[in-house]
Every structure is written in C-alpha cells, then in structure tokens.
C-alpha cells in the first residue's frame, strides 16, 4: 500500500498502481468516504485528516492510519487526542480572554 498523495500525480500513479485509471481512482474515493463513514458511525472521530494518513492498496481498498489522532467515544465519555485537547484547551482559554472586561487608559 501506498500513501494517498501517490495516486495525485499521473506519472506516480502509474509507476505504483499500474493501468490505474478513472474506474480505480473512484473506487479509492468510494473506499476513503466508507472508511470515515464507518469511524462516524462508531461516534469516533479522525482528528488529523490528510493525504500521509491514509494508504492506498492495488486494489483500491484504503487504510486509515497515524489512530493516536482519533478521538475515541466509550459509552459516551470522549477521548480526545493530543491536538485535539491542546485546540480544546486553546478555545477554553480564548472564551474566556473574551469575556474578560477591556480596560481602557484615558
């Protein structure tokens, strides 16, 4: 399996998934769109998406990888992962600057 950014370009694409054409392509889409589907559906979410964390096999079925970004739900209590809790802590503390009284020297 190759990492997703391969299929992008045409000459990558041809060197690593031989004959690959529309049809493959497709049905790579297809597979990436059911693999977070089914994390979804499972109250998970991906907490890092893009094209290094997802593999692509010469048939087309895909592979989520790099998990430590997902945020995990069991019976309803999150697990966040690290980017996710550092972008929470982040927002805590803007909303609370925010709300902050603004003083103004005259």
């Known amino acids: 399996a190759h990492p997703l950014h391969q299929l992008y370009s045409p000459t990558?694409?041809?060197?690593?998934?031989?004959g690959a054409g529309?049809?493959?392509l497709v049905r790579a889409a297809v597979q990436l769109a059911a693999a977070f589907?089914?994390?979804?559906?499972?109250?998970?979410?991906?907490?890092?998406?893009?094209?290094?964390n997802v593999l692509v096999a010469g048939d087309a079925?895909?592979?989520?990888?790099?998990?430590d970004s997902?945020?995990?739900?069991?019976?309803?209590e999150a697990y966040l992962c690290d980017v996710q809790a550092?972008?929470?802590?982040?927002?805590?503390?803007?909303?609370?600057?925010s709300k902050a009284p603004i003083e103004i020297d005259v």
Do not use: M, Y
């Not at 990558?12 to 031989?18: A, D, K, M, T």
């Not at 589907?37 to 290094?52: I, K, P, S, T, Y």
């Open 37 to 52: 589907e089914v994390v979804h559906r499972c109250g998970h979410v991906v907490g890092d998406v893009n094209e290094r």
């Open 61 to 67: 079925c895909v592979t989520l990888i790099d998990a």
């Open 22 to 24: 529309w049809t493959f």
């Open 86 to 97: 550092q972008l929470k802590k982040a927002n805590s503390e803007r909303t609370k600057a």
């Open 70 to 76: 997902f945020q995990v739900n069991d019976h309803g």
């Open 12 to 18: 990558e694409r041809q060197r690593l998934f031989p």
